[in-house]
């Protein structure tokens, strides 16, 4: 067996806010959409449409976003289980310092950036649904 790629899939209580969340803090773009009569994928969010899944982009990271009620159909083994997640999710950046002032000056969620015993500099964020992100950046 050969693992090429992970893409985690969150689920969330609501998808254009949760699109616009990680466009604005983070920079991801938005790849497609599918609307609630899942008839379809969007490439850009319709005003007059509701969605149930997005996929995002940025570097060589992708996320999915799922709708709650979709999600827990398809992932039946999340149907008692709340939002959010007790895992985080780890990716290299570059620039830590400038992007840990940028997201605390937003007032997010967010804890110190500290260099840890292992030679990296890194900090976690709290997204809207309770997902937890770390960024974290090699110590010169």
Known sequence: MKISKLSPNFEVSNIRKTASFYTEHFGFNLIMAVPESQDGIDQTFAENKEYVYAMMH???????????????????????????????????????????????????????????????????????????????????
């Open 58 to 140: 940025k570097d060589n990271v992708e996320f999915m976003f799922q709708r709650t009620d979709t999600f827990k159909n398809d992932v039946v083994f999340s149907k008692e289980l709340p939002i959010g997640a007790t895992v985080s999710f780890y990716m290299d950046i570059e620039g830590i310092t400038e992007f840990h002032k940028i997201l605390k000056d937003k007032g997010l969620q967010i804890t110190e950036l500290k260099t840890t015993w292992y030679g990296m500099q890194e900090f976690y964020v709290k997204d809207l649904n309770g997902y937890i992100l770390g960024f974290a950046q090699r110590v010169e």
